[in-house]
């Protein structure tokens, strides 16, 4: 006979209904934001120093370790292609240390506060004691937030101070003697304070944007002015009569840079400054901010894949990239709303496979800092940072996007003979209301093997801009092959500008096709550039080009105080501005439109 099971099987009814009802809750769990926390403190890595002012002995010890490995004058500019990178995190107190700052070197205070953090003395010191060398190559380092006295800071490009408070004298140069005190070439001063003078000396150009000064003293070709309070200079068109100083009352929109702040449980945060329009002087109000907290920051470093980076990215996670050497496999892309991208110690990202080595998309709020860029072996890169989509996304100007001391080379620590590096575009900015605060493009002039010719490590412009509304804070773009900056999109505005045209192009590829330092595109309506200069030097061949800045001839289209300069070799620039302007060359070196 038959009967039934004391233990009978649910019908098959109520498994599919269990079935879906797990698939459910796991699709919704993944749907969900990212919940689970990094470590705070994280782990460092070894290049990343945080120092105590309790141990000043040790602290004096690192950084002179460090300077003789990446600094000094012997061998000149030592370091300068160096592979270690290094931060430099001091604590809130008053450090007894003198330090000298070499390259790839970030010198950072951890307080809410540059008065925080008290540092005894800074600086960097001219990289060749032979004035024809100076401070030419003295690049790639930076200060932030803390407090010192008398500083000395002889630099070039790609060497911001930000968020500090100068209790002396600033010298943005060294003399050792001879001719020209060392041909200091460029640099960025933001958001400090500096009780004494600040003597420009042999600068030949440069950038001090919401800082109080007591004094500016001297200025060679470009000085600009941009918000700044207390003894503010004048605008004075050309150095005739007077220093060449562009002036603006008011920075129209800026957030500070994001920055590390260590709390008093010796946790840490990222303290993101809020916007601001129209400031004026450096910040008072250190409260205007949002923080975030470190279990919401992946801490990378350079043995991390792109491929967890962007797992980390995509989950909601702000990132920090600490020093080292990131060999990108594929794009760091940032599609999350005010997503925060923080470097510190110039940690260097290389395009292996010929992607952007950042792709932002179509999203507001973003910010990415502190980072240097270059291309990679044998491969040819169309875009190497890809700022919003192809297609153009507008942006929002009450939540602009920011970039903040992105540098970037082509070529420098290759050797030529042994592979190139390629790019088409440097920089792209596709997306409207983005505001890019101070940055170097450079196609390297020389490498570790020497002075590069006959357009090796080719690259054809240094940014190009596609967005509506995009604002530039001290932009320098040098020898690119094409136009070195175009700007096609409207309402574009450029704080200071600094371009040396290639010096191993021909007549027949740089002249003929018209090339220039800086063209805004034919279809826009409106621009403004403040303080831009574009020099030259075609050392291998004779090259004439006929302007420095090309624009259309629009009411709305206006550049304030533009100039050519001929530094050395053959040929010229033949006007400043649209053709006009006298031409720069052997007999006439320098040429101000006022």
């Not at 449980?265 to 907290?293: A, C, H, L, M, Q």
């Amino acid at each position: 006979s038959t009967g039934t099971s004391t233990h009978p099987h649910p019908p098959n009814i109520m498994r599919l209904s269990h079935a879906t009802v797990v698939f459910t809750i796991a699709s919704l769990l993944f749907l969900l934001p990212y919940t689970s926390s990094e470590p705070n403190p994280p782990t460092w890595p070894s290049n990343v120093y945080i120092f105590d002012q309790s141990n000043s002995g040790y602290t004096q010890t690192v950084v002179d370790r460090v300077f003789a490995e990446n600094g000094g004058d012997s061998p000149t500019f030592n370091g300068q292609f160096s592979k270690d990178r290094y931060a430099f995190l001091f604590k809130p107190g008053n450090h007894n240390v003198d330090v000298n700052v070499g390259f790839y070197t970030s010198v950072i205070g951890i307080g809410q506060t540059p008065s925080n953090t008290i540092i005894n003395t800074i600086r960097v010191q001219n990289g060749d004691t032979d004035y024809q060398g100076g401070a030419l190559d003295n690049f790639w380092r930076s200060a932030e937030n803390f407090q010192t006295g008398y500083t000395l800071w002889a630099v070039s490009q790609a060497c911001p101070m930000r968020r500090i408070l100068v209790k002396g004298n600033l010298d943005l140069y060294q003399y050792n003697g001879g001719c020209c005190a060392g041909f200091a070439s460029g640099g960025f001063l933001a958001d400090s304070q500096v009780t004494g003078q600040i003597n420009s000396g042999s600068q030949q150009q440069y950038l001090a944007r919401n800082t109080y000064m007591t004094q500016w003293n001297g200025g060679v070709w470009n000085m600009v002015f941009v918000g700044n309070s207390g003894g503010v200079p004048a605008t004075h068109c050309s150095n005739n009569n007077g220093n060449p100083y562009t002036t603006v009352h008011a920075t129209p929109v800026i957030a500070e840079k994001p920055y590390v702040v260590i709390n008093s449980d010796n946790t840490f945060s990222i303290y993101v400054p809020n916007v601001e329009y129209n400031k004026v002087g450096p910040t008072t109000n250190y409260n205007n901010r949002r923080v975030i907290d470190f279990s919401n920051v992946f801490v990378a470093n350079d043995s991390v894949s792109v491929d967890v980076i962007n797992s980390k990215l995509s989950q909601g996670l702000h990132l920090l990239l600490t020093p080292g050497h990131y060999q990108l496999s594929d794009s760091i892309v940032i599609d999350r709303d005010n997503t925060i991208v923080l470097g510190i110690g110039f940690p260097t990202l290389a395009s292996t496979n010929g992607a952007p080595v950042i792709r932002v998309g179509s999203v507001d709020g973003v910010r990415v800092a502190g980072i240097l860029i270059e291309g990679g072996s044998g491969v040819h890169i169309n875009t190497l940072l890809q700022w919003g989509p192809t297609s153009g996304y507008a942006g929002n100007p009450s939540n602009p996007g920011f970039m903040y001391d992105i540098f970037a080379r082509v070529g420098g620590p290759n050797d030529k003979s042994q592979y190139q590096v390629s790019v088409g575009i440097v920089i792209q900015i596709n997306s409207g209301n983005v505001v890019y605060d101070n940055t170097w493009l450079w196609r390297a002039d020389h490498d570790v093997n020497g002075l590069v010719y006959n357009s090796n490590n080719p690259s054809l412009n240094g940014l190009v801009v596609n967005g509506h509304n995009v604002t530039v804070y001290g932009l320098a773009v040098e020898h690119h092959l094409n136009d070195l900056v175009l700007w096609n999109g409207d309402g574009g505005s450029t704080y200071f500008y600094q371009a040396e045209l290639p010096y191993d192009v021909t007549q027949q590829n740089f002249g003929q096709p018209g090339y220039a330092g800086y063209r805004v595109g034919n279809n826009v309506q409106s621009h403004q550039a403040y303080g831009v200069g574009v020099y030259s030097f075609f050392r291998d061949h004779s090259v004439t080009t006929p302007n420095g800045f090309v624009s259309p001839s629009k009411q709305g289209v206006k550049f304030v105080n533009p100039f050519t300069r001929f530094l050395s070799g053959l040929g010229e620039i033949t006007h400043v501005w649209n053709g006009n302007g006298a031409a720069v060359n052997t007999g006439h070196g320098l040429q101000y439109l006022c």
